[in-house]
T-cell receptor, first 116, second 112 residues
């Protein structure tokens, strides 16, 4: 069983909808990540939070808005998405220092998003 | 641009054989190296990490690192059909907040 929990597992939304993806971990990890993965492609980094602060934003369109309310929770707010945003959205966490990250990621099971 | 290269496969091996998965990386400053396994429709799972030159063994899995050649590999001994998955090589340079760089993955098929 994964120790990173993502909800919902599946989400279908229209282009005008607003929805959120949620992620929770209780491993005491201080770095949390959002990745996007299309079929037969590797995970593509979107955002990194380190100690609840946004440390990396990989030039993601503003229709994706991350939020880290506390060290255990990570949200991804979705608004005005396009059909090409349909993908598997993966949350991950890792132990982190302020200097460097271990690179050992623990992934949640993902949220499969379909935009109509 | 830091790059991690893998053959996309599919790599087909008979059950019981050794599967050899290879990965090269471009950043000489890379410090840590990981292999993730991803079953179809599932999320990636870390199976091996290696930080220094040489071999690291864990059960049927052996990771090999050669920093001079910028090459890392994963050997799977006594391959089982349950090993059929995509294997992602990932590299971390530890320079500041540089994120992990994933290769495109190699699809392994173990034939019973």
């Amino acid at each position: 069983d994964t120790e990173v929990t993502q909800t919902p597992k599946h989400l279908v939304m229209g282009m005008t909808n607003k929805k959120s993806l949620k992620c929770e971990q209780h491993m005491g990890h201080r770095a949390m990540y959002w990745y996007k993965q299309k079929a037969k492609k590797p995970p593509e980094l979107m955002f990194v939070y380190s100690y609840e602060k946004l440390s990396i934003n990989e030039s993601v369109p503003s229709r994706f808005s991350p939020e880290c309310p506390n060290s255990s929770l990570l949200n991804l707010h979705l608004h005005a998405l396009q059909p090409e945003d349909s993908a598997l959205y993966l949350c991950a966490s890792s132990q982190a220092s302020l200097v460097a990250d271990t690179g050992e990621l623990f992934f949640g099971e993902g949220s499969r998003l379909t935009v109509l | 641009q830091k790059e991690v290269e893998q053959n996309s496969g599919p790599l087909s091996v008979p059950e019981g054989a050794i599967a050899s998965l290879n990965c090269t990386y471009s950043d000489r400053g890379s410090q840590s190296f990981f292999w993730y396994r991803q079953y179809s429709g599932k999320s990636p799972e870390l199976i091996m990490s290696i930080y220094s030159n040489g071999d690291k063994e864990d059960g049927r899995f052996t990771a090999q690192l050669n920093k001079a050649s910028q090459y890392v590999s994963l050997l799977i001994r006594d391959s089982q059909p349950s090993d059929s998955a995509t294997y992602l090589c990932a590299v971390n340079s530890f320079s500041g907040n540089t994120p992990l760089v994933f290769g495109k993955g190699t699809r392994l098929s173990v034939i019973a």
